[in-house]
C-alpha cells in the first residue's frame, strides 16, 4: 500500500547545474501532478502528466524546466541552470483515472537547495 | 477567476475549542473543494472533501461546510487537539484539472 513516492527528499545544487527530480505515483494511479511551494507561501500547479502525455503545463516556466512521465518508470521534473529562485519544496501528487479522480494524493517531497 | 482566497492566515485555539478556516474562490467552474493538512517537512496529506451539490460533510472531528450562492466553504475543527497544530490548505479544482490553493492557515493548539 505504497503511497506516492519521490526523490531524493533534499538535493543540493550548485548555481547553473542540473537538478532532476523523480515521483513514482501510488499504485493504479496514472495521472501525475508536480507543485512547487515557496518558503512561507501555498503551493502553486506546475504541470499535470499522463503516461506519456503532458495535458497541462501552464504552471510551468517558460525556461529550464521540463517534465516527462515515461511509459515506464518515474515522472521526472528537470531543472536546468538552476538558479537561486529555484529553491523551494516540490511535490508531486497523484490520481486515478474516471470518476474517482477527484482525489490527489501526494508524496514527501523534494527540497531544492540552490547555493 | 483562479484565485482561492483563505483566511486566517494564522490561528491560536485553546485545546478542546473549535478551529474555523474560511476559504472564498471565484470561479464557478470549480466543482471540487477539498483540504489539506501539512505538517513541517510534510507533503501535504489529503483530509476532507466536499463537491458542491452538498452543503455540508463531516468526518470525526472534521466538518467542512458549503455555501455555493456565497462561493465560499470552511473547515471546522471540533475538540482541537495539541496534535492538530499544522498548517491547513484549502484548494478548488476544476473536473480534470489541477488543484488551485489558498495561501494557508498555521494553525496552533494550545495546550
Known amino acids: 500500500n505504497a503511497g506516492v513516492m519521490q526523490n531524493p527528499r533534499h538535493l543540493v545544487r550548485r548555481r547553473g547545474q542540473e537538478a532532476r527530480l523523480r515521483c513514482s505515483p501510488m499504485k493504479g494511479h496514472s495521472h501525475v501532478y508536480w507543485y512547487r511551494q515557496l518558503p512561507e507561501e501555498g503551493l502553486k500547479f506546475m504541470v499535470y502528466l499522463q503516461k506519456e502525455n503532458i495535458i497541462d503545463e501552464s504552471g510551468m516556466p517558460k525556461e529550464r524546466f521540463s517534465a516527462e512521465f515515461p511509459k515506464e518508470g518515474p515522472s521526472i521534473l528537470r531543472i536546468q541552470q538552476v538558479v537561486r529562485g529555484d529553491s523551494a519544496a516540490y511535490f508531486c501528487a497523484s490520481s486515478q483515472q474516471g470518476q474517482a479522480s477527484y482525489e490527489q494524493y501526494f508524496g514527501p517531497g523534494t527540497r531544492l537547495t540552490v547555493t | 477567476q483562479q484565485q482561492v482566497k483563505q483566511s486566517p492566515q494564522s490561528l491560536i485555539v485553546q485545546k478542546g475549542g473549535i478551529s474555523i478556516i474560511n476559504c472564498a474562490y471565484e470561479n464557478t467552474a470549480f466543482d471540487y473543494f477539498p483540504w489539506y493538512q501539512q505538517f513541517p517537512g510534510k507533503g501535504p496529506a489529503l483530509l476532507i472533501a466536499?463537491?458542491?451539490?452538498?452543503s455540508e460533510k463531516k468526518e470525526g472531528r472534521f466538518t467542512i461546510s458549503f455555501n455555493k450562492s456565497a462561493k465560499q466553504f470552511s473547515l471546522h475543527i471540533m475538540d482541537s487537539q495539541p496534535g492538530d497544530s499544522a498548517t491547513y490548505f484549502c484548494?478548488?479544482?476544476?473536473?480534470?484539472?489541477?488543484?488551485?490553493f489558498g495561501e494557508g492557515t498555521q494553525l496552533t493548539v494550545n495546550p
Open positions: 484548494a478548488a479544482r476544476q473536473s480534470g484539472s489541477r488543484l488551485t
Open positions: 466536499i463537491r458542491p451539490d452538498v
